[in-house]
């Protein structure tokens, strides 16, 4: 497959669009944050067949954490405590999202870096994605280009921002293992915590920012932190994409409350929000391919994120404190 985006690689369309109809260019963008090209290289080799649809335990599982690692230290991102990888034990277990297995017998590896925030007031933002995917059935490769290859890409140019633009609080760019096997990476943050979660005032989590179908980026959790709403609103207002909130009940829609990793500090108490788009005719499919990937859009998805979360950034402190006051409610 031929990696090509639309505006680096304008000279070669010609020849490009003759074999690949699908991904014909409506418009372009140039992120003014982040580097588009290392960032669909990368979307592109983590959802390549080589990788065998990352599950979590599998040999290429190991590939996908090699490649998000080496991404971090070209960035000069700082691993939480001796090393990136923090890896754990995981089991068949459901509800409630934050209790232990009853007989943990499979493995995985959370990848966990940090850049220090300028203020140094050990307050804390956790950017989260997960790499897995769903591995191979029946033969067939289940790339999980949008889930969740796109979330991951999206927290690593989020690092590559903040390293060159120094947050004022901790930033903390985590990549859960296992999300597709009862979230099994990020019950492990919450139960065997590499940091204090009595610092983390919001978790911002990516899961499905890719496919823009419908040109909506929506934002879930607001309907329980309400203070959120004004802050996400105001980014909305310049982002290149549509950002909607809902899907966290009340609006009459599903509720995506407890259907990713950010349902784990939802159930402690950390407030979230959760970035994704709708369920596409790709979702959960062995279709779910770069390729099958509006690549304009998906930069532009990602400029957003970016956004959102330099702006809670400059929030954290009150954001912080609206956390602490529902404690002590
Ligand atoms: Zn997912």
New binding site residues.
Partial sequence: MDMFYKGVGAVLLGGLVACSPTSTPTDTFSPEHFSAEPALQLFETLSSDELQGRQAGGAESADARALIIDRLEALGVSPVGASFEHPFKYGPFRAPETGTAASPDKDGVNVIGMIPGSQADGIGMVISA?YD?LGVQDGEIFN?A???AS?VVGVLAIAEHFSKTTPTHDIYFVFFDA??DGFGGARNFIVDPPVSLDTIALNLNF??VSRGDNGILWASGTHHWPDMVPRVNAVAETAPVTIELGYDQGDGREDWTLL?DHAVFFRVGIPHIYF?VEDHPDYHKPTDDFENVDQTWFLKSVETLIMMSEAMDEDLSEIFEMRQGTLED
């Fill in positions: 997960h995917h999980g949008d889930d969740n979330g999300e597709e899961d499905m990713s994704g």
